[in-house]
């Protein structure tokens, strides 16, 4: 079968840096994506792999290993706005996006 | 603003009621999507339109019903539902279903309580 596993929740210090990570299992796979949810609102686009290796935008920063079927976000520089759920979706071989649950990021001063 | 707007916001009906959610999408893409998503769950993907042609039903029950009449506006048509239907109903465009790499950008959401 399809899955997407993170972690439900995580908490982190405002200016410190957090990991959040997804693994997944796909029936084919053409990259991985992830998107922020703020509560209340819609999920917004923040990166896109699909080689291995790390992509940098900002503060932001996303790393896939196809071969270990394994992703993370790394969030620098934490600010309060960055309190959201993150949302882990991998592209499979009809390139229909397979979602995780999600991981709820609790940002304290 | 991300450019899909859904009317209306907030829904409450009954098991026997008959109500349409909208969903407008102003980027020019050509695929829109319809999912739910309930609380501590994956989003479920419903439906799929690419070029306004049903490309993707995932077995949703019956008494959910899209209709895209363009590339801009999709609609959910809703008739018997019950309540573990009560969910938020994202839609979604991107500008195509069938290559990667192309993001999905939703609109704010539906939120539907079925009493």
């Known amino acids: 079968g399809q899955n997407i596993d993170q972690p439900t929740e995580m908490t982190a210090t405002e200016g410190a840096i957090v990991q959040i990570n997804c693994t997944y299992q796909t029936s084919g796979f053409n990259g991985l994506f992830w998107y922020q949810q703020h509560a209340g609102e819609a999920p917004t686009f923040l990166s896109y792999?699909?080689l291995d290796g790390l992509e940098e935008k900002g503060r932001f920063s996303s790393f896939l290993s196809r071969s270990k079927g394994y992703s993370y976000l790394l969030l620098k520089e934490l600010q309060m706005k960055d309190s959201a759920s993150y949302l882990c979706a991998a592209s499979d071989s009809n390139y229909q996006l397979i979602w995780g649950a999600g991981t709820k990021l609790i940002i304290k001063p | 603003e991300t450019g899909v707007t859904q009317t209306p916001r907030h829904l409450v009906m009954g098991m026997t009621n008959k109500k349409s959610l909208k969903c407008e999408q102003h980027l020019g893409h050509n695929a829109m999507y319809w999912y739910k998503q309930s609380a501590k769950k994956p989003l479920e993907l419903m439906f799929v339109y690419s070029l306004e042609e049903r490309v993707e039903n995932n077995s949703v029950p019956s008494r959910f019903s899209p209709e895209c009449p363009n590339s801009s506006h999709l609609f959910l048509h809703l008739h018997t539902l019950q309540p573990e239907d009560s969910a938020l109903y994202l839609c979604?465009?991107?500008?195509?279903?069938?290559?990667?790499?192309?993001?999905?950008?939703f609109g704010p959401g539906t939120r539907l309580t079925v009493t």
């Open positions: 792999n699909v």
């Open positions: 979604a465009s991107s500008q195509g279903d069938r290559e990667g790499g192309y993001e999905q950008y």
